[in-house]
T-cell receptor, first 113, second 115 residues
Framework: EAQVTQNPRYLITVTGKKLTVTCSQN?????MSWYRQDPGLGLRQIYY???????DKGDVPEGYKVSRKEKRNFPLILESPSPNQTSLYFC????????????FGPGTRLTVT | AQKVTQAQTEISVVEKEDVTLDCVYETRDTTYYLFWYKQPPSGELVFLIRRNSFDEQNEISGRYSWNFQKSTSSFNFTITASQVVDSAVYFC????????????FGKGITLSVRP
């Protein structure tokens, strides 16, 4: 089944404890992206990747890192999480750039205390 | 700058009613893409439709239909004979041709369909 998977689905952590949210897609998509969803602010892009080893910042990259060592994986790293990073995170992928539909993972609900 | 406005925040209808969700967008690009996504209570984002700026044909898929009008910069979504399972948050989104296929989302419309 073609899908985008994320792990963990739920995570409660404490300020400053490094964490990684994994994202994997099995559709051989070139483009991958991370969004966060917050009440009143909607969905905002954090980082994106056009292909292996090519990543760039989205609208709200502060406090996050990403890597794209393999085409299928695009982990989101929070080196020192803070409470303002409490959010619902979505990974997305699409076949290519420029207007192809993006398929989203199930979401990761992160709480930082 | 791109912007998507979904002026309706919450809509409540009774099952079998028709409902239209409005979406107005702003962009300076001549080539762009419009999308609708559904977010049911379970939280995932489900792709519904994609339209490019050169294709103004309306589309129908079962009970769903979409009306794209460049003259008014609108891409409205109609659900005919709504069902309880249609209850969700619906997002309209916009992207353009460029290095980043970022989706610019509207704030979403919460649709509640009552039995």
């Amino acid at each position: 089944e073609a899908q985008v998977t994320q792990n963990p689905r739920y995570l409660i952590t404490v300020t400053g404890k490094k964490l990684t949210v994994t994202c994997s897609q099995n559709m051989n998509h070139e483009y991958m992206s991370w969004y966060r969803q917050d009440p009143g602010l909607g969905l905002r892009q954090i980082y994106y990747s056009m292909n292996v080893e090519v990543t760039d910042k989205g609208d709200v990259p502060e406090g996050y890192k990403v890597s794209r060592k393999e085409k299928r994986n695009f982990p989101l790293i929070l080196e020192s999480p803070s409470p303002n990073q409490t959010s619902l995170y979505f990974c997305a992928s699409s076949l290519y750039l420029a207007g192809y539909e993006q398929y989203f993972g199930p979401g990761t609900r992160l709480t930082v205390t | 700058a791109q912007k998507v406005t979904q002026a309706q925040t919450e809509i409540s209808v009774v099952e079998k009613e028709d409902v239209t969700l409005d979406c107005v967008y702003e962009t300076r690009d001549t080539t762009y893409y419009l999308f609708w996504y559904k977010q049911p209570p379970s939280g995932e984002l489900v792709f519904l439709i994609r339209r490019n700026s050169f294709d103004e044909q309306n589309e129908i898929s079962g009970r769903y239909s979409w009306n794209f009008q460049k003259s008014t910069s609108s891409f409205n979504f109609t659900i005919t004979a709504s069902q309880v399972v249609d209850s969700a948050v619906y997002f309209c989104a916009l992207s353009y041709t460029g290095a980043n296929s970022k989706l610019t989302f509207g704030k979403g419309i919460t649709l509640s369909v009552r039995p």
